[in-house]
């Protein structure tokens, strides 16, 4: 059986384990996660390991990215089967933090970002949740030192915010994307799949499928807002509820009238009975 990483649940302790991690010049790649483990997890920790010399995964369901009518309460806590997986990917070092541990009683202090983080795409449906994700990350980083932090792709939008954040505030830590990894039918791995019932779950790829061939349509010079609208139309009738489907550009983030403004990358939103997934796919 393969040897579970040490835990650290203290910034003491944490310290005192990064320091030995870091003897003998070793490289650190964090890769921050909430738990609920899953592929697409895994695929950061292949490519951390490809990268770095010691892997640091913290495991920390952050409240301050959750709107009070969000599910911060039901989002599924997976501890054991975490740890083992992380055992198996030879995962160095489990930060694991309590609520207390990272927001003292007076915590006071908030990152906030623009740019990205103003895009107008999950900002507009979540108003409070980059807040939340910069104020967490930023901390994180600060924490750990590390000299390369791994997310997905999936959180595309979150992906250019950290980004952006870690290059503005001089973090002296390079973040890297790592393309989304599906399921055999094309639906985004994410923690959040375990919420949708049967017949959700058979419906749930009509996401991917419609991107994919509104992508098709536009690197064969079909007009894109009659791609866009087509395939709004194909989503909403399969069943969801659209917060958004569009076109941006991959870098900015700005808003896109032609692939010629791009490299492009589609971006949805899409709630399912309850449950809100997310995709995006680049043109
Ligand atoms: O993507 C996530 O799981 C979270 O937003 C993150 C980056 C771990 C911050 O809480």
Known sequence: MPTAPAVVRTPSSLRLALKRLRARRATIALVPTMGALHEGHLALLRQ?????SRIVVSIFVNPTQFAPHEDFGSYP????ADLAKLADAKVDLVWHPDVRTMYPQDFATRILTEGPATAGLEDR??????????????KLFIQCRPDIALFGQKDYQQLKVVTRMAADLD????????????ERDGLAMSSRNIYLSIEQRAVAPTLYRTMKK?????RNGKDLEAVMADAAETIEDAGFSLDYFEARHAETLSPIHSIKDGPVRLLVAAKIGTTRLIDNIGV
């Open 48 to 52: 951390a390991k490809r990268r770095a």
């Open 171 to 182: 973090l002296g830590v390079k973040i890297i994307g790592i393309p989304i990894v599906r």
């Open 214 to 218: 509104a992508a098709e349509q536009l």
């Open 77 to 80: 806590r997976t501890w054991k």
């Open 125 to 138: 449906f979540r108003p409070h949740f980059f807040g939340g994700v910069t104020t967490v990350v930023g």
